[in-house]
Nanobody, 122 residues
Framework: QVQLVESGGGLVQAGGSLRLSCAAS????????MGWFRQGPGTGREFVVG????????YSADSAKGRFTVSEDNATNTVYLQMNRLKPEDTGVYYC???????????????WGQGTQVTVSS
């Protein structure tokens, strides 16, 4: 059974940091694009940042550039999203997802985690 399980969300003040984790199991995601998406109240899932598992170019939404980074731990099959200098507009449910293609389109992601809530207070 393929699973992506996020953790690490929470409440943080503006300017703070959080690190989200996405534990992958049941499938080899090497060469998959691992994307992080955010869904705010009443909005769809928007691409935040992502890259191919194993390295390569990191693609970031303008809102995330210079503040969010991704990394992987192959030993634990875990992908991380490090979020620094958080802003209230970063608030939302964060999902990790996997696609066999290099894409920013949520519809092209095959596997999804359950999401973790991030709330940034002003």
């Amino acid at each position: 059974q393929v699973q992506l399980v996020e953790s690490g969300g929470g409440l943080v003040q503006a300017g703070g940091s959080l690190r989200l984790s996405c534990a992958a199991s049941g499938h080899s995601f090497y060469t998959y694009t691992m994307g992080w998406f955010r869904q705010g109240p009443g909005t769809g899932r928007e691409f935040v940042v992502g890259r191919m598992w194993g390295g390569g170019t990191t693609y970031s939404a303008d809102s995330a550039k210079g503040r969010f980074t991704v990394s992987e731990d192959n030993a634990t099959n875990t992908v991380y999203l490090q979020m620094n200098r958080l802003k209230p507009e970063d608030t939302g449910v964060y999902y990790c997802a996997a696609s066999p293609r290099l894409t920013f389109n949520a519809l092209e992601y095959k596997y999804w985690g359950q999401g973790t809530q991030v709330t940034v207070s002003s």
